[in-house]
């Protein structure tokens, strides 16, 4: 694999929190919020020099995905942190969203 990172954001009644980046030559890690509602883990992978970037979404609930406070922190903050917005997000990308 040439290239392989990825990005866990929680979602928490405080807005989207970092815990873990992996990027090229580096490893940055914090701890999962306790108020964690919703994790997602954003991968960014190119398998060789002529492969196409390949974007894609994991989603884990800490909570029952229908509680009303998962939709409350979507309408608040968003279903995705801001910085991944330029991301094509469509059903395909998403992975239990």
């Given at each position: 694999?040439?290239?392989?990172?990825?990005?866990?954001?929680?979602?928490?009644?405080?807005?989207?929190?970092?815990?873990?980046?992996?990027?090229?030559?580096?490893?940055?890690?914090s701890?999962?919020?306790?108020?964690?509602?919703?994790?997602?883990?954003?991968?960014?992978?190119i398998?060789?020099?002529?492969?196409?970037?390949?974007?894609?979404?994991?989603?884990?609930?800490?909570?029952?995905?229908?509680?009303?406070?998962?939709?409350?922190l979507?309408?608040?903050?968003?279903?995705?942190?801001?910085?991944?917005?330029?991301?094509?997000?469509?059903?395909?990308?998403?992975?239990?969203?």
């Amino acid at each position: 694999m040439f290239w392989d990172e990825y990005i866990v954001m929680h979602l928490t009644p405080h807005g989207w929190v970092k815990e873990t980046e992996k990027m090229v030559g580096r490893m940055i890690e914090s701890p999962m919020p306790n108020d964690a509602v919703l994790s997602l883990i954003f991968h960014e992978t190119i398998r060789g020099l002529l492969s196409q970037k390949e974007q894609w979404i994991e989603a884990e609930y800490r909570i029952d995905r229908s509680s009303d406070m998962i939709k409350i922190l979507f309408e608040t903050f968003g279903k995705i942190p801001e910085q991944f917005k330029s991301w094509n997000i469509n059903s395909e990308l998403i992975v239990k969203l």
